[in-house]
Nanobody, 122 residues
Framework: QVRLVESGGGLVQPGGSLRLSCAAS????????MGWYRQPPGKQRELVAT???????NYADSVKGRFTISRDNAKNTVYLQMNSLKPEDTAVYYC????????????????WGQGTQVTVSS
């Protein structure tokens, strides 16, 4: 199983910035897509942004122009730079990693981090 270690959450004032990181460890796995999802209080988990192994990105409309997802393939790490934060960005943010296990006939895997709290409040 891939182990995901998230960091960077916290409390920030509206208009502020935070950077989330998620480092994936685990051998014999080929990571394809990496991404971030969030779950606001009382709501369902939703997509924030994803990035493919080749660098193609996808963003939720609510974060376009404010958030930037990036990855370092050598470190198996994905980042989420969040700028111009709004109170409605308050949520638990989850890292997600998907790929295949070549030695197991390319069996797919889909792993989630434990989540990191982001609170935007004055």
């Amino acid at each position: 199983q891939v182990r995901l270690v998230e960091s960077g959450g916290g409390l920030v004032q509206p208009g502020g910035s935070l950077r989330l990181s998620c480092a994936a460890s685990g051998s014999m796995r080929r990571i394809n897509a990496m991404g971030w999802y969030r779950q606001p209080p009382g709501k369902q988990r939703e997509l924030v942004a994803t990035i493919a192994s080749g660098g193609d990105t996808n963003y939720a409309d609510s974060v376009k122009g404010r958030f930037t997802i990036s990855r370092d393939n050598a470190k198996n790490t994905v980042y989420l730079q969040m700028n111009s934060l709004k109170p409605e960005d308050t949520a638990v943010y989850y890292c997600n990693v998907r790929g295949i296990i070549p030695i197991l006939n390319n069996r797919p895997f889909d792993d989630w981090g434990q989540g990191t709290q982001v609170t935007v409040s004055s």
